[in-house]
């Protein structure tokens, strides 16, 4: 079994309450500690990336992103998805051949381009369907949907979304920022996975939570990069006395 395979399976069959946990590694280190827990699979956050590489969010060249992740998938044995924002302007194939190349199963793409714009729906249902055509089964797609930060946060836009990158072959769908409120209406109208983000402090749902509501796997986007980040500044904060 491929480790697309693997991945995919992870996805599969998951009891309520019991979503996919999918830590964000920005650089080799920290994806060898996720590993070393006891997570079955990583999912890199394209702005914990861009972060650990000295960039805004949103303004990694691709180069370096893509360099970045195959270090990541070097240094572990299990699956590694990336995000890879709105797939900086490359063609399907040329961009699913970069994710392989890089040792990718799976990637995040985004529904809203420069400015937070929201892309046309159908018009980016038909680059999911081509991008799904030139990975077949070797990539996990997950269709990020962003009405909730660039859009009026109509639930039932998302939903209609949602159904048309899902029957252009995505694999699982994100409603980012999605309040937790609306998850079980969410679920109930979308067919196949859903990922929710999850927030590090006790003001949102945990993960166990966020699964009772629907959530098949959850992620943490910047979250841990930035948790980490404020733990170094807090070690210098001491070592300056």
């Excluded at 964000?24 to 650990?52: I, K, N, Q, Y």
């Excluded at 070097?74 to 699913?96: F, H, M, N, Q, T």
């Excluded at 199963?105 to 892309?119: A, R, Y």
């Excluded at 949907?145 to 159904?163: K, L, N, Q, S, V």
């Amino acid at each position: 079994m491929s480790k697309a395979d693997v991945f995919r399976a992870l996805h599969l069959k998951r009891p309520q309450g019991d979503p996919l946990v999918l830590p964000g590694p920005w650089d080799a280190a920290s994806a060898r500690v996720f590993v070393e827990a006891g997570f079955p699979a990583l999912a890199t956050p394209s702005a914990g990336v861009a972060a650990s590489l000295g960039y805004e969010d949103g303004a990694t060249p691709a180069e370096e992103m893509f360099a970045a992740v195959a270090r990541i998938t070097r240094a572990v044995d299990v699956p590694v998805s990336a995000d890879v924002e709105g797939g900086y302007g490359l063609a399907p194939k040329e961009l699913v051949e970069r994710l392989l190349e890089a040792g990718a199963v799976g990637c995040n793409l985004e529904d809203s381009g420069d400015g937070g714009v929201l892309k046309d729906a159908h018009e980016h249902a038909e680059f999911l369907a081509e991008v799904r055509s030139a990975a077949a089964d070797r990539l996990f797609v997950n269709a990020r949907i962003d009405t909730f930060i660039h859009g009026d946060g109509d639930p039932e836009r998302a939903i209609e979304r949602a159904a048309l990158y899902v029957a252009a072959g995505a694999d699982c769908v994100y409603p980012i920022l999605a309040p937790t409120t609306v998850l079980p209406l969410l679920r109930s109208g979308i067919q196949g996975p859903i990922n929710m983000a999850a927030r590090l402090d006790d003001e949102g749902p945990s993960p166990a939570e966020l699964g009772e509501l629907g959530a098949t796997r959850v992620t943490f986007g910047p979250g841990l990069q930035r948790a980490a980040t404020a733990a170094l500044r807090e070690i210098a904060d001491r070592l300056r006395g």
